[in-house]
T-cell receptor, first 114, second 110 residues
Framework: DVKVTQSSRYLVKRTGEKVFLECVQD?????MFWYRQDPGLGLRLIYF???????EKGDIPEGYSVSREKKERFSLILESASTNQTSMYLC?????????????FGDGTRLSIL | GQNIDQPTEMTATEGAIVQINCTYQ??????LFWYQQHAGEAPTFLSY????GLEEKGRFSSFLSRSKGYSYLLLKELQMKDSASYLC???????????FGKGTKLSVIP
């Protein structure tokens, strides 16, 4: 069965901290994605990666960076957390075949920045 | 760019049929996905359409018209557990990315 695991369900951090969100998938998927989900705005793509050490900016990359050192792991980094980054963060993965492979999501991390 | 519209909220009665519409404008198209998301949980994949027509999967069906930029998700014999948000997502031509609509929150009432 498909499994995408995010390291924390809930996380509370302070403004200015460097925050790491981890995501691991066990399906040997090439593509991995980070989204944030906010009421009234839906799912918005932050960054994605289609191979190890490769990354592409999504729609809202500002204030974030990512790391993909191994195929199964994709990390989202908030360089200096701010209150407007309080949100639900969702990681997803998919097979590489363009366009027609469903993305499988982790359970999400609800991040609060105080 | 891509723009996806779907109703914000819908209410339907247990045992009834409900249709959730999705319209999209894209610069390229390589398929449309529907996801279900219960409150506080991850989205789960429901269906995929790339050709025009109806795809049926148990109580759920999804329809696509590429010429009209239109899709709908049809839920039959509604159950209380179908109360969730339903997300429409479009894949652009030659892209790994999905662009999601804002979701339709469906409430099923007794």
């Amino acid at each position: 069965d498909v499994k995408v695991t995010q390291s924390s369900r809930y996380l509370v951090k302070r403004t200015g901290e460097k925050v790491f969100l981890e995501c691991v998938q066990d399906m040997d998927h090439e593509n991995m994605f980070w989204y944030r989900q906010d009421p009234g705005l839906g799912l918005r793509l932050i960054y994605f990666s289609y191979d190890v050490k490769m990354k592409e900016k999504g729609d809202i990359p500002e204030g974030y960076s990512v790391s993909r050192e191994k195929k199964e792991r994709f990390s989202l980094i908030l360089e200096s957390a701010s209150t407007n980054q309080t949100s639900m963060y969702l990681c997803a993965s998919s097979l590489k075949h363009r366009g027609n492979q469903p993305q499988h999501f982790g359970d999400g991390t609800r991040l609060s920045i105080l | 760019g891509q723009n996806i519209d779907q109703p914000t909220e819908m209410t339907a009665t247990e045992g009834a049929i409900v249709q959730i519409n999705c319209t999209y404008q894209t610069s390229g198209f390589n398929g449309l996905f529907w996801y279900q998301q219960h409150a506080g949980e991850a989205p789960t994949f429901l269906s995929y359409n790339v050709l025009d027509g109806l795809e049926e999967k148990g109580r759920f069906s999804s329809f696509l018209s590429r010429s009209k930029g239109y899709s709908y998700l049809l839920l039959k014999e509604l159950q209380m557990k179908d109360s969730a948000s339903y997300l429409c997502a479009v894949s652009g031509a030659g892209s790994y990315q999905l662009t999601f609509g804002k979701g339709t929150k469906l409430s099923v009432i007794p």
